[in-house]
């Protein structure tokens, strides 16, 4: 089984960025961590970032045919990202929507997620664990033979 686990704009600086929203892992350990949570499970993860809407876009048209599901923190383009959420949608591969911090607790343009209805769930305010859980949640949802 392959997993693509894709995060956004400004995800790269985690580490630097507002630790009491972020925590104060970097993307690299996230990676890690998620890493091992794929041994565990038996799939592999190809990982991928960008600053870039297009190239988030790119990555996703290349990789989806021969991959199983998503993981995916698409940062801010979470709140505007239409093209994103038609890659996704496109894809037709079960996606888990992440995020480090509660976008439901913040600024009210957080609060909005254009991505969410192509995703199976969105995990919200978990920090680093958000994204293993959201990694767990992934397999099983696939393993489950649910589809989409
Ligand atoms: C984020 C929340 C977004 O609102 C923000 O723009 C990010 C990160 C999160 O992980 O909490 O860059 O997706």
Redesign the pocket.
């Known amino acids: 089984m392959k997993i693509l686990v894709i995060n ?4 790269n600086m985690l580490g630097k960025r507002e630790a009491r ?2 925590g104060s892992d970097t993307l690299k350990a996230i990676e890690q961590a998620l890493a091992e949570k794929g041994k565990a499970l038996g799939c592999e993860l190809d990982f991928f970032q960008s600053n870039h809407e297009g190239g988030l876009i790119d990555f996703i048209q290349e990789k989806s045919q021969d991959a199983d599901g998503i993981l995916i ?4 383009l ?2 505007y990202g239409y093209s994103l959420h038609d890659a996704l949608l496109d894809s037709g591969l079960p996606v888990v929507e ?4 509660d ?1 439901r607790t ?1 600024e009210e343009w ?1 609060r909005i997620s254009v991505i969410s209805d192509v995703a199976i769930r969105q995990i ?1 305010g978990l920090k680093k664990q958000g994204y293993l859980l959201g990694l767990e949640t992934l397999v099983e949802h696939i393993r489950g033979g649910e589809g989409k």
């Open positions: 956004g704009p400004n995800l929203h972020y923190n698409p940062g801010a979470t709140h992440v995020h480090l911090s976008i913040r957080r919200s």
